[in-house]
């Protein structure tokens, strides 16, 4: 069956990096656009990065751009986050999403768990 | 990049009809007809109820629906059930190339 399965959160101090990774099976991961989108604790979904399935374009929100990458390895299946000079309010739920058709990135209609990222000293 | 506005709550009792709006501006929703909305119980992952404005992906209950008028976009769920109850989130495709976000709706079932 379809799934995404993200790993690599964690607690981690200002300042420092953490690589999340989400894990894709049951479709041709080649073909999507992916996402990541997290969720502070108690707050709404915020947007964070979309690669296109090509890796020719990515897009971050403005919270996150110049500090956040994100990339792909399609030989893994596998989708990826590096987060570098981490701060106290990129604490969340971290979720990768699929959107519900190749060649379009709008609507999410896959989702992992998430993978819980706390920074704090 | 402001959130997109969403009322923070909203209400009903089973069996009736409520409305969540979801205002944006004339770089995102009013720009274009890539509204979606989702669905999230506490605890659990989002689900894609409408994208594309007003278009059910297979299994949603054809008691969701979507529309848009200018700058917000709409929400209808009809027919109230106890287990409509749940955080409802709008998104939207920005002129920049990102996606954005509504701050959210918590429905109540009364």
């Known amino acids: 069956q379809v799934q995404l399965v993200e790993s690599g959160g964690g607690v981690v101090q200002p300042g420092r990096s953490l690589r999340l990774s989400c894990a894709a099976s049951?479709?041709?991961?080649?073909?999507?656009?992916m996402h990541w989108v997290r969720q502070a604790p108690g707050k709404g979904l915020e947007w964070v990065a979309v690669?296109?399935?090509?890796?020719?374009?990515?897009f971050y929100s403005d919270s996150v751009k110049g500090r956040f990458t994100i990339s792909r390895d399609i030989s893994k299946n596998t989708l990826y986050l590096q987060m570098n000079s981490l701060r106290a309010e990129d604490t969340a739920l971290y979720f990768c999403?699929?959107?519900?058709?190749?060649?379009?990135?709008?609507?999410?209609?896959?989702w992992g768990q998430g993978t819980t990222v706390t920074v704090s000293s | 990049q402001s959130a997109l506005t969403q009322s923070a709550s909203v209400s009903g009792s089973p069996g009736q009809s409520i409305t969540i709006s979801c205002t944006g501006t004339?770089?995102?929703?009013?720009?274009?007809?890539?509204v979606s909305w989702y669905q999230q119980h506490p605890g659990k992952s989002p689900k894609l109820m409408i994208y594309?404005?007003?278009n059910r992906p297979s299994g949603v209950s054809y008691r969701f629906s979507g529309s848009k008028s200018g700058n917000t976009a709409s929400l209808t769920i009809s027919g109230l059930q106890a287990e409509d109850e749940a955080y409802y989130y709008c998104?939207?495709?920005?002129?920049?190339?990102?996606?954005?976000f509504g701050g959210g709706t918590k429905l109540t079932v009364l």
């Open positions: 004339s770089s995102d929703v009013g720009a274009y007809n890539y």
């Open positions: 999403a699929r959107p519900s058709r190749v060649g379009y990135y709008y609507a999410m209609d896959v």
């Open positions: 594309d404005v007003s």
């Open positions: 049951g479709f041709t991961f080649s073909a999507y656009a």
């Open positions: 690669i296109q399935y090509d890796e020719k374009r990515k």
């Open positions: 998104n939207s495709y920005t002129s920049s190339g990102t996606v954005i």
